[in-house]
């Protein structure tokens, strides 16, 4: 049956790709980006530029990486679970290799954070850092041009996220006075708003002060938001604060103060992303290009609840400071959990389709399961030469999706990251963090993950838990170790790492 689906969706994209002039692709990722940042996801945060691509795209509200910066990068990359190819993109072309083939220009900008430098990787042009993330005034040695090392202005006038759009302007712009006809594929992936949170002064004052409310009230009212948007429905609570959390007005002034800035810097990274895209954006109108570009923005996992910055004595021109886990909950509204996560605060991110020449809904909630494996699938597709290379991939092409079709939803995807798991079979999702026994939902129902069904469907929870270890070990890049008398995957970075969660203040055995 699923070969059968498979083929009619095949069938369906490639006349749909025959029908269009090959599209421009611009793929924006932002970094630790929680849920409810964006205003079309019941943020407060000023998203004008990402709103107005909401508003005539679509919105998936079940969208999944691989909850975190380098495994989802792999992903994304590459169109396979980061299991099989290898943090760093070690096996199989990456989208870059695999667009070129079809004539597209390609272009890298912002962070990299994978093997390489990408102008080795099938792009033709790079700027940005190799890093995994970078001082937002400063830079860091790994910025690079291309293959040349990048000494950022010393003047005060350099800002990473304004850098990206500035050079992903400038490589849009010589690419179309060369050949206006041929297409081009931009990956532009923002550091934003990934630590240590940073941004020019005047747009932290648009924000200081706003969030003196505190973050029990920023999350209600996000959520509020959300229902009336429809991102929500009132059958999906809203996850209750964990206990690890203090509430807001046990706070004393001078923490409310603290924490208020540290948010507001957080927003006014997001604020200046925003406005970056919109000039990216704009440069595309003014090549009159904008109806034949394919335009989607994610993030690569939810909120980051680090915390390993706190250092009062620092200014915040200085601060090199995280925002925490309270400002992680409420960024990641309605849900739990955070970056590296396996439930949806880890997980499912805001995801924004846009191509005003082809899309039929404009202003759809797309409410399917979809994965960040799905881009090399959809690339390739809508360039009218998937390539050959990516036969067997797990992902599907999004052109349907796109084009108003729905899609089967009985789709299997699997998640793995340290001793984080879990295993989506349509609305059915089975899902263990640190190691803990598994907690079955049905996201149908209960989108928050709220309701454990493991012991009242016991056949489901144990089909899924199989479906899970034969998957897991298949994969020949992780290691098998055992965690509470279960085994449990393990990737590498996981040693010694710490961090205080929902449910617990510190790691299982450590």
Same mark, same amino acid.
């Given at each position: 049956m699923n070969i059968v689906i498979s083929l009619l969706l095949l069938a369906t994209s490639i006349t749909v790709a025959a029908d269009v002039p090959r599209p421009n692709i611009i793929l924006i990722l932002a970094d630790d980006l929680g849920f409810s940042d964006v205003g079309c996801y019941g943020g407060e945060i000023a998203t004008p530029n990402l709103d107005r691509l909401a508003a005539g795209g679509l919105r998936l509200t079940r969208f999944y990486n691989s909850g975190k910066c380098e495994p989802t990068r792999a992903s994304l990359m590459s169109g396979q679970y980061w299991q099989d190819t290898g943090l760093g993109v070690k096996k199989g072309p990456t989208l870059a290799e695999a667009m070129k083939p079809a004539g597209y220009d390609t272009f890298a900008i912002g962070k990299w954070h994978l093997d390489g430098n990408p102008v080795d990787r099938g792009f033709d042009h790079f700027f940005g850092h190799l890093s995994g993330a970078t001082d937002y005034f400063k830079g860091d040695r790994s910025h690079r041009l291309d293959r040349a090392i990048y000494q950022p202005p010393a003047d005060g006038t350099f800002y990473t996220t304004d850098a990206n759009a500035d050079h992903a302007i400038r490589f849009i712009d010589d690419a179309h006075r060369a050949e206006p006809a041929k297409p081009f594929f931009l990956y532009l992936a923002f550091n934003a708003p990934h630590a240590p949170i940073q941004a020019p002064a005047a747009e932290v004052a648009k924000y200081r002060g706003k969030y003196r409310i505190g973050w029990d009230r920023v999350r209600e009212q996000r959520y509020r938001r959300q229902l009336e948007l429809g991102i929500m429905k009132p059958g999906w609570k809203l996850a209750p604060r964990p206990a690890t959390i203090p509430a807001w007005d046990t706070l004393t002034d001078a923490e409310k103060d603290f924490e208020d800035g540290r948010m507001a810097v957080y927003a006014a990274m997001v604020d200046r992303m925003d406005q970056a895209i919109g000039r990216v954006l704009a440069k595309v109108r003014e090549l009159g290009e904008e109806d034949r570009t394919l335009v989607i923005f994610t993030s690569d996992?939810?909120?980051?609840?680090?915390?390993?910055?706190?250092?009062?004595?620092?200014?915040?021109?200085?601060?090199?400071?995280?925002?925490?886990?309270?400002?992680?909950?409420?960024?990641?509204?309605?849900?739990?959990?955070?970056?590296?996560?396996?439930?949806?605060?880890?997980?499912?991110?805001?995801?924004?389709?846009?191509?005003?020449?082809?899309?039929?809904?404009?202003?759809?909630?797309?409410? !399917?399961?979809?994965?960040i494996v799905d881009f090399m699938a959809t690339f390739t597709d809508v360039s009218g030469k998937p390539s050959p290379a990516t036969a067997g991939f797990p992902g599907i092409s999004l052109v349907p999706i796109i084009t108003g079709e729905r899609q089967e939803k009985s789709r299997i995807l699997?998640?793995?990251?340290?001793?984080?798991?879990?295993?989506?079979?349509?609305?059915?999702?089975?899902?263990?963090?640190?190691?803990?026994?598994?907690?079955?939902?049905?996201?149908?129902?209960?989108?928050?993950?709220?309701?454990?069904?493991?012991?009242?469907?016991?056949?489901?929870?144990?089909?899924?838990?199989?479906?899970? !270890?034969?998957?897991?070990?298949?994969?020949?890049?992780?290691?098998?170790?055992?965690?509470?008398?279960?085994?449990?995957?393990?990737?590498?970075?996981?040693?010694?790492?710490?961090?205080?969660?929902?449910?617990?203040?510190?790691?299982?055995?450590?």
């Open positions: 996992n939810g909120a980051s609840p680090y915390d390993h910055q706190r250092d009062r004595k620092s200014t915040w021109e200085t601060a090199r400071w995280e925002y925490g886990l309270g400002w992680a909950n409420a960024c990641n509204t309605p849900f739990a959990h955070y970056k590296r996560n396996m439930f949806n605060g880890g997980n499912c991110p805001p995801c924004i389709v846009s191509w005003p020449g082809v899309l039929k809904k404009p202003g759809s909630l797309v409410d !399917q399961p979809t994965h699997y998640f793995h990251l340290f001793d984080h798991r879990a295993v989506m079979d349509g609305d059915l999702k089975l899902v263990s963090d640190w190691g803990r026994p598994w907690e079955l939902f049905n996201l149908a129902e209960d989108r928050t993950e709220l309701h454990d069904l493991a012991e009242t469907q016991a056949d489901q929870a144990a089909r899924l838990a199989k479906l899970w !270890q034969d998957w897991a070990g298949q994969r020949p890049l992780t290691k098998l170790q055992a965690i509470g008398g279960e085994p449990i995957y393990r990737h590498r970075a996981d040693v010694g790492e710490r961090f205080v969660g929902d449910r617990h203040s510190k790691k299982p055995g450590k």
